[in-house]
């Protein structure tokens, strides 16, 4: 049951394998990008989780007992094509952990309202969960703020809300075709799953998450923009 919670658990913190790239051609490790990456925090503040060829993965602990995580890696693609991949709503279970699907409930100029909705291993019930994302450019780096708006979706009998969603995409380029891709975000996916077990079991399916995500835009989709 821990594996497919761990893939569960991923999947509501994101609304976020293959044979990989790499960095092969590119010389620094991602533990060493992330601590070039201009931040409002102190470094010290966030603990080095796990880390491969590919990603490195950070932890902090909140005030609520559920740990924030943050990912880094980087592809040979744009901020645009990570923007596209995320507007093609139809991929979302193929990169997501446990996703469904996700609808589109509202969009307009650079903000955007979804319904994610993600299964979760027996015994636990199913989740559900409503974002707002805003997309903005500043100092030449893509961000992509994301909170929780649960108010826009009624609940439904079917699901669990997950709720105090927060997090942020920073998308920068390195040069040479390279982009940076950064999330931090946290939720408190609601019901009766222990703290501890979603502490220790969400590292490690970040960072498969984010394989997926290099493995994407390595690899771009040919389906239509929705």
């Known amino acids: 049951m821990q594996s497919s919670f ?35 925090d102190n470094p010290a503040q966030w603990e080095l989780a796990s880390e491969t060829k590919n990603v ?25 094509a990570f923007m596209a991949l995320l507007a093609q709503t139809a991929l ?33 019930k199913n989740r559900d969960m409503v974002t707002k994302s805003t997309t903005y450019y500043k100092d030449n780096t893509l961000y992509i703020d994301i909170i929780d708006a649960s108010t826009h979706y009624p609940e439904s009998a079917s699901f669990v809300r997950i709720r105090d969603i927060s997090g942020q995409w920073v998308l920068s380029s390195a040069g040479n075709g390279v982009t940076i891709i950064e ?7 609601g019901g009766n799953i222990p703290i501890w ?30």
């Open 6 to 40: 761990r893939y569960y658990l991923l999947g509501i913190i994101f609304c976020a394998g293959y044979s990989i790239n790499g960095w092969s051609s590119i010389s620094e490790a991602p533990s060493q990008i992330a601590n070039a990456q201009h931040t409002s």
């Open 56 to 80: 490195a993965i950070y932890k902090r602990i909140t005030t609520t007992g559920y740990i924030e995580v943050r990912g880094v890696t980087q592809v040979r693609n744009t901020p645009e």
């Open 92 to 124: 979302a279970p193929k990169w997501i952990a446990n996703n469904q699907e996700v609808s589109v409930l509202s969009s307009q100029q650079n903000t955007r309202v979804v319904h994610s909705k993600f299964n979760a291993p027996w015994p636990l």
């Open 183 to 189: 999330y931090r975000g946290q939720a408190n996916p």
């Open 197 to 226: 077990l979603a502490n220790r079991t969400l590292i490690s399916s970040m960072s498969e998450t984010f394989e997926n995500i290099v493995y994407q835009l390595d690899n771009p989709p040919q389906t239509t923009q929705d």
